[in-house]
């Protein structure tokens, strides 16, 4: 009776779909988790997002000021930063010792076996330790500053688009486009992260798009003749 009960529980599971699909989402999440505790917090934020090469700039130069702002909380002015693990079993630290900062090479044996990418590490005794409370504090102010930025840059990019209005190309690097508002020559270029992909061969220097019902439609290649 209870052998039986237990061959049948072992077969419905077998051939249950919803437990199928529910090992595959755990499996995908579980693997998720274990990506993400490779890759830096500016990484991460860079594979969800579509973001500028300014504001990837711009977040690289928060992130170091939030770091060394911690350095200089701390009693001897010196953290290490955990930057990112090389396919060698290896992590690039950033050492930051008030406000200078150096990088190094480190052999994982040596760091704290429940370190990982973006934790930050002291020494103690000649021994890295990880410094619990400054990893919580500084992972949770690069992850509140690369918030601000990506919500800025898109709010810039909504004001810069308009119904109507000409767009030339003022630059193409990369599959990276470059925009001129040719109907408010007061503008600034901005990179439109949102660029159609099908429209991006026609998108060389000079080519002019109208900006039409939110997306963008391609209408000449004389855009400098329409600048001067």
């Known amino acids: 009776m209870k052998i039986d009960f237990f061959r049948d529980l ?17 499996l995908n999440c579980l693997e998720e988790n274990k990506t993400n505790e490779d890759l830096g917090i500016l990484e991460q934020v860079q ?3 579509k973001v500028s090469i300014i504001s ?30 090389s ?17 190094l090479q480190v052999d994982k044996q040596e760091i704290p076996i429940e370190a990982k990418v973006n934790s930050i590490l002291i020494k103690e005794n000649g021994k890295y330790v990880l410094d619990n409370q400054g990893t919580k504090y500084v992972k949770n102010k690069v992850w509140e500053m690369a918030n601000k930025v990506l919500k800025q840059q898109n709010q810039n990019l909504n ?3 308009k119904e109507g209005h000409l767009y ?6 990369d ?12 503008s600034c270029v901005l990179e439109e992260v949102d660029f159609p992909q099908e429209l991006v ?3 060389t220097e000079g080519s002019v798009f109208k900006y039409e019902k939110g997306k963008y439609v391609f209408c000449s290649n004389e855009g400098y003749e329409m600048l001067y």
């Open 175 to 186: 599959n990276r486009i470059y925009l001129l508002d040719l109907s408010d020559k007061s």
């Open 201 to 203: 061969k026609k998108a």
């Open 159 to 161: 004001e810069f688009r």
């Open 10 to 26: 072992k077969n419905n599971f077998r051939n249950s779909n919803e437990v199928k699909e529910f090992i595959k989402d755990l």
């Open 168 to 173: 030339m190309v003022e630059e193409d690097r």
């Open 56 to 85: 990837q700039n711009k977040m690289l130069k928060m992130q170091d000021k939030i770091l060394k702002q911690y350095a200089n909380k701390i009693s001897n002015n010196t953290i290490y930063f955990v930057h990112n693990k």
């Open 87 to 103: 396919k060698t079993d290896k992590y690039i630290i950033f050492k930051y010792q008030g406000n200078k900062e150096t990088t």
């Open 47 to 49: 594979l969800k997002n």
